[in-house]
């Protein structure tokens, strides 16, 4: 293990991604044992659980970076100011969680999806738009192509007959 504002970055970088894996496994361990889960529930506890991680993981990472811009020569020091950052930041977020209800109002927003509208109906004007733009932008690009081989077709034949019509006499 690295000492210093490497070790502490790897070290935040690391505790990120471990922390997704197991909440993760968590959420979704929590949705088969427990009677009342919906996939709604799942998704939006999940999407805000990986948001708060990675705002998590970005202020430690942040912290390490002001702790050695900050002169501090302990090699513990910026690894010390990832895990109180990390835990702060956690905890903060949480709390603003619970006051706010914002896993709350994602897992609404989602039934709300579903309730209002179906859901292969939803995927199926998606892939239409998708479709759709795709064409558009294909046509663009086509009608380009066409446009430039056209003035480059009308370039050379105006430079063949400029040469050929050329009042200069021409030197074999």
Wanted: proline share 1%.
């Amino acid at each position: 293990m690295r000492l210093g504002r490497a070790g502490a970055i790897n070290a935040a970088r690391s505790g990120g991604i471990l922390s997704v894996v197991l909440m993760s496994a968590y959420r979704v361990v929590d949705y088969f044992l427990t009677d009342q889960a919906t996939l709604s529930r799942l998704i939006g506890s999940l999407a805000t659980d990986v948001v708060k991680i990675g705002i998590a993981t970005g202020a430690s990472i942040a912290a390490a970076y002001g702790v050695v811009a900050l002169g501090v020569t302990v090699a513990i020091g910026p690894i010390l100011a990832v895990v109180i950052v990390g835990i702060g930041s956690s905890y903060a977020l949480g709390k603003i969680d619970t006051r706010y209800g914002i896993t709350d109002r994602v897992i609404q927003a989602l039934d709300e999806l579903d309730e209002n509208e179906n859901a292969n109906a939803y995927i199926a004007r998606s892939r239409q738009n998708i479709r759709n733009t795709v064409n558009e932008t294909a046509e663009s690009i086509i009608n380009y192509a066409i446009g430039s081989v056209r003035q480059i077709i009308i370039n050379a034949a105006q430079h063949q007959l400029d040469k050929l019509l050329s009042t200069r006499p021409r030197v074999y």
